[in-house]
Every structure is written in structure tokens, then in C-alpha cells.
């Protein structure tokens, strides 16, 4: 397939007549459907008499090459929203992305609706600091609008050197009006896997997944071997962006036995691929909750999504993101290339999560909990000299109060990644989605210890 797109792609550039009789009738013989080859042929010879008009027409003086650039741009992102031409300085910063870190602001952002939107901010980034939240839309970049600015013209004006800033414009849903947030760019290193207890809950073990990279199935192997008490597991794969496929099916790979975890289809046969569970080292038994919300994403999707069809995990929180689609990178000469989406990703049910998501099967918003501690109940003899230990503190109270209330704040703030290695209750009674899942999880190692 691959061999095939770029030959049509330099047939094209060369000559339009060439291209239209020599793969018009092959592919016109694939897809019934298609345009027959006079048709093609129509259509090449329409867009080289525009392209001839606008050379000689137009205001100022236009170079052929920079026409040709400018179309093939418009073609890739009315293709679909992850499709892109990539010229020689795009094709040269891709490299940058795949280095591992570099300079940016730590967010992952997608197309939604034809909207630039903020899929999810990674954990301890500038991005996050700075405020942002998955669901933004970004409707400005400093000042430049994103409408009409495709995913890669976007990444490319949000990276830059450390230490510089910039300014995103964004909608928020329930703000009246339009954010402003000033962000930092920094050096973004990423970490995935954050395993932690919860206090007063042993054998239950959280373990938050930021993004899928490489050793996400490592590390979760190893964080389960280091507390071979575990009872129950909490996954929570909110905000995250997605990453490595075999990472992702990895991980399902260690909790289903048998049966197709993800499938990728597409046009061409040769990139139908289906991707199998293994009954080797498979935990069948431990009782699993996943979270997820609006910043779940690809790779994340399909781990929700397979375990969701497997019956192996409750999941829930909101709806997922809906980005299923697969996408190459088809170089075109020596210094450019295509993006090209090629495939979709199918669950196990076979329904597909491009631009519809995964629906947990208990949704769960994002809010807090009152959070009252009981007190223990005294005894009558207890209770004057209670009283007046009480009395001696008022005083003490009303002046520590501010200093209090901002370590109060700070603390009840802190993030369950990232922070202590345990989860405090206050800290669960301030995320209502995980609160849920707690006591899911816990009826599930209830009904499990019946079921013995």
C-alpha cells in the first residue's frame, strides 16, 4: 500500500494525463464506486486549468510549487482531521516529536467537532500547572486563531524553546467568556505509571497510567509484584492521551485470557491486523475499576474499551474522547512526506471508538464530597475536661486560622499522581470519581470473596 500511495503521489506531481490512465482503471476495479478513469481524467485536467488561471490571473506572482503545497495541504485536512502533507520543515520537526522530550507545554490536543481541543494536560507539566483541562478548545495561539489550523500546524506553534513564553485563548464550557492563560514552555519529560495505596484500604492498589510509552506494561507488572497482597486494582487512565499500541493491548494481554483485544481495519487488506490475548500469566480473578473521562484518548480508549467488552473491569467517569484511527507517515522524495490515516481500531465487539468514544458503564462527574471526620463520642467523664482543652484552643485558632486554612488547602489540593506514595481519604472525598470507584471496587472484592 505504501509503495502504491507514493507512486500516485509522483505521478501526480509529474502529470496529471500519466496518473489518470495509468491507476484509474485499477482502482476503479477495487471500489466500484470510484470515479472511472475518464472522470479522474476530468478531474486532473480541471484542477491544472485552475492551477494555470491562478498563475496568470492572480494579483501577485505565485510559484508553481508553493500552489501545488498549498492544495495538497487543503486536500490532507479535508481528508480527516489526523491527515496531513507534511512539507521539508514539518517533516523535519516530526523528528522532534519522537525524541522523548523537548520543548513545550505538555498538553495533548486533537480535533473535535472541527475544534482544536485540549484531550488531556500531562501531570506536572507547564501546561497543567498553568491551569489548562481537558476539553478546552483553543481558539488562539499568541495570535494566531486556530480555525481552520490543522493538529501539526498547531503542535508546531505551540513548541519552542524553554524558558519562552506563550498565550492560549481558550473556551470553556460553563466560563462566560474566553481565557487567556499565560504558559512557560519547558523541557517535558513524561513518566506513565504512578502506583499507589489508599490509606485504611489495604490490598487495594491505584495505579494512575499518564501515557502509554514503553514501559507501561513493565511497570505495572512490577507494581503489582511489589504488593502481592493486591485484592482489587483501581486503573485510571483519566487525561490520558493515548501512545504505544502494543502497550496498550499489553495490558489487557495481562488480565484477559483468550479472544481478540483490538482489531485495525482498513482499505487495504494487508493492514487488517487483529491483535490476541494469551492465556500465559493472565489474572482472570482480581477485581478491576477504570476510570476514564473526556481526556481518555486512543490507546487508553482501547484499554477501557476491550476490558469493558471482556466484562473484566467496571469503568467508570465520562464519556472518552473518541480518537480510534491509524495513522503512517509516507515519505514523498527525500524531505517531505504524508500522514495519512490508513486504518481504524475496532473493540472486541467490534464497534469502533472513532468520534464516539467508550460510555463507562457508570457514569460518574468530576465533583467533591463534604468531608466530615466523626469524632469519637466521650464518655461523661471525659467530657469537662474535654471541654475546657477546647475552650484553651480558641484563642490559638483564631490566630493560626489563615496560616491553617492555606495548609489546609494545600493538602486537600494534592494530586493523587505525582504526590505520597498513599491516598489519603481526604483526598479521595475530594474526587468524586474516585470515590466511586473505591466503593465499586469494594463490592466487587465482596462479591468475589462469596463467590469461594
Same mark, same amino acid.
Not at 487567556?180 to 489508599?198: A, G, L, N, Q, W
Given at each position: 500500500?505504501?509503495?502504491?500511495?507514493?507512486?500516485?503521489?509522483?505521478?501526480?506531481?509529474?502529470?496529471?494525463?500519466?496518473?489518470?490512465?495509468?491507476?484509474?482503471?485499477?482502482?476503479?476495479?477495487?471500489?466500484?464506486?470510484?470515479?472511472?478513469?475518464?472522470?479522474?481524467?476530468?478531474?486532473?485536467?480541471?484542477?491544472?486549468?485552475?492551477?494555470?488561471?491562478?498563475?496568470?490571473?492572480?494579483?501577485?506572482?505565485?510559484?508553481?510549487?508553493?500552489?501545488?503545497?498549498?492544495?495538497?495541504?487543503?486536500?490532507?485536512?479535508?481528508?480527516?482531521?489526523?491527515?496531513?502533507?507534511?512539507?521539508?520543515?514539518?517533516?523535519?520537526?516530526?523528528?522532534?516529536?519522537?525524541?522523548?522530550?523537548?520543548?513545550?507545554?505538555?498538553?495533548?490536543?486533537?480535533?473535535?467537532?472541527?475544534?482544536?481541543?485540549?484531550?488531556?494536560?500531562?501531570?506536572?507539566?507547564?501546561?497543567?500547572?498553568? /491551569?489548562?483541562?481537558? /476539553?478546552?478548545?483553543?481558539?488562539?495561539?499568541?495570535?494566531?486563531?486556530?480555525?481552520?489550523?490543522?493538529?501539526?500546524?498547531?503542535?508546531?506553534?505551540?513548541? /519552542?524553546?524553554?524558558?519562552?513564553?506563550?498565550?492560549?485563548?481558550?473556551?470553556?464550557?460553563?466560563?462566560?467568556?474566553?481565557?487567556?492563560?499565560?504558559?512557560?514552555?519547558?523541557?517535558?519529560?513524561?513518566?506513565?505509571?504512578?502506583?499507589?495505596?489508599?490509606?485504611?484500604?489495604?490490598?487495594?492498589?491505584?495505579?494512575?497510567?499518564?501515557?502509554?510509552?514503553?514501559?507501561?506494561?513493565?511497570?505495572?507488572?512490577?507494581?503489582?509484584?511489589?504488593?502481592?497482597?493486591?485484592?482489587?486494582?483501581?486503573?485510571?487512565?483519566?487525561?490520558?492521551?493515548?501512545?504505544?499500541?502494543?502497550?496498550?493491548?499489553?495490558?489487557?494481554?495481562?488480565?484477559?485470557?483468550? /479472544?481478540?483485544?483490538?482489531?485495525?481495519?482498513?482499505?487495504?487488506?494487508?493492514?487488517?491486523?487483529?491483535?490476541?490475548?494469551?492465556?500465559?500469566?493472565?489474572?482472570?480473578?482480581?477485581?478491576?475499576?477504570?476510570?476514564?473521562?473526556?481526556?481518555?484518548?486512543?490507546?487508553?480508549?482501547?484499554?477501557?474499551?476491550?476490558?469493558?467488552?471482556?466484562?473484566?473491569?467496571?469503568?467508570?467517569?465520562?464519556?472518552?474522547?473518541?480518537?480510534?484511527?491509524?495513522?503512517?507517515?509516507?515519505?514523498?522524495?527525500?524531505?517531505?512526506?504524508?500522514?495519512?490515516?490508513?486504518?481504524?481500531?475496532?473493540?472486541?465487539?467490534?464497534?469502533?471508538?472513532?468520534?464516539?468514544?467508550?460510555?463507562?458503564?457508570?457514569?460518574?462527574?468530576?465533583?467533591?464530597?463534604?468531608?466530615?471526620?466523626?469524632?469519637?463520642?466521650?464518655?461523661?467523664?471525659?467530657?469537662?475536661?474535654?471541654?475546657?482543652?477546647?475552650?484553651?484552643?480558641?484563642?490559638?485558632?483564631?490566630?493560626?486560622?489563615?496560616?491553617?486554612?492555606?495548609?489546609?488547602?494545600?493538602?486537600?489540593?494534592?494530586?493523587?499522581?505525582?504526590?505520597?506514595?498513599?491516598?489519603?481519604?481526604?483526598?479521595?472525598?475530594?474526587?468524586?470519581?474516585?470515590?466511586?470507584?473505591?466503593?465499586?471496587?469494594?463490592?466487587?472484592?465482596?462479591?468475589?470473596?462469596?463467590?469461594?
Amino acid at each position: 500500500m505504501i509503495k502504491r500511495s507514493k507512486k500516485i503521489i509522483a505521478a501526480g506531481l509529474l502529470s496529471t494525463l500519466t496518473a489518470a490512465y495509468l491507476f484509474g482503471p485499477a482502482q476503479a476495479e477495487e471500489r466500484p464506486k470510484e470515479s472511472t478513469a475518464k472522470e479522474k481524467l476530468e478531474a486532473y485536467i480541471k484542477f491544472t486549468q485552475i492551477l494555470n488561471i491562478i498563475e496568470q490571473e492572480y494579483v501577485d506572482d505565485v510559484n508553481t510549487t508553493d500552489l501545488i503545497d498549498k492544495a495538497l495541504k487543503g486536500l490532507m485536512s479535508n481528508l480527516d482531521a489526523h491527515s496531513a502533507y507534511m512539507d521539508k520543515k514539518s517533516y523535519k520537526d516530526l523528528t522532534v516529536q519522537t525524541k522523548g522530550e523537548f520543548g513545550g507545554l505538555g498538553i495533548s490536543v486533537g480535533m473535535k467537532d472541527g475544534a482544536l481541543t485540549v484531550i488531556a494536560p500531562i501531570e506536572g507539566t507547564p501546561a497543567m500547572k498553568a /491551569g489548562v483541562k481537558a /476539553g478546552d478548545i483553543i481558539l488562539k495561539i499568541d495570535d494566531k486563531a486556530t480555525l481552520g489550523m490543522n493538529i501539526d500546524e498547531a503542535v508546531k506553534l505551540m513548541r /519552542g524553546k524553554p524558558g519562552t513564553d506563550i498565550v492560549l485563548t481558550i473556551v470553556r464550557k460553563n466560563e462566560p467568556k474566553p481565557l487567556k492563560i499565560k504558559i512557560t514552555r519547558d523541557i517535558i519529560k513524561i513518566d506513565s505509571v504512578y502506583p499507589k495505596t489508599i490509606e485504611g484500604e489495604d490490598g487495594i492498589l491505584y495505579l494512575h497510567i499518564a501515557s502509554f510509552d514503553q514501559k507501561v506494561v513493565e511497570s505495572v507488572k512490577k507494581a503489582i509484584a511489589d504488593r502481592n497482597d493486591t485484592k482489587g486494582i483501581i486503573l485510571d487512565l483519566r487525561n490520558n492521551p493515548g501512545g504505544l499500541l502494543d502497550q496498550a493491548t499489553g495490558l489487557v494481554d495481562m488480565f484477559v485470557p483468550k /479472544g481478540v483485544i483490538v482489531s485495525q481495519r482498513g482499505r487495504d487488506k494487508k493492514e487488517n491486523i487483529e491483535y490476541k490475548a494469551h492465556e500465559e500469566n493472565t489474572d482472570t480473578t482480581t477485581p478491576i475499576v477504570t476510570l476514564v473521562n473526556g481526556g481518555s484518548a486512543s490507546a487508553s480508549e482501547i484499554v477501557s474499551g476491550a476490558l469493558q467488552d471482556f466484562n473484566r473491569s467496571v469503568i467508570v467517569g465520562e464519556k472518552t474522547f473518541g480518537k480510534g484511527s491509524v495513522q503512517i507517515v509516507i515519505p514523498v522524495g527525500k524531505s517531505e512526506a504524508l500522514k495519512l490515516t490508513i486504518a481504524r481500531y475496532y473493540l472486541p465487539s467490534g464497534r469502533t471508538i472513532q468520534n464516539k468514544g467508550v460510555t463507562p458503564d457508570i457514569i460518574v462527574h468530576p465533583g467533591k464530597i463534604d468531608y466530615t471526620k466523626e469524632s469519637a463520642l466521650l464518655k461523661e467523664k471525659d467530657l469537662k475536661q474535654h471541654l475546657e482543652v477546647e475552650l484553651s484552643k480558641i484563642d490559638e485558632k483564631k490566630k493560626d486560622k489563615k496560616k491553617n486554612s492555606k495548609k489546609r488547602s494545600s493538602a486537600e489540593n494534592n494530586a493523587t499522581i505525582g504526590g505520597p506514595k498513599e491516598i489519603t481519604e481526604k483526598m479521595i472525598y475530594n474526587d468524586t470519581q474516585l470515590k466511586s470507584a473505591l466503593d465499586i471496587l469494594k463490592a466487587l472484592i465482596i462479591t468475589e470473596k462469596g463467590k469461594h
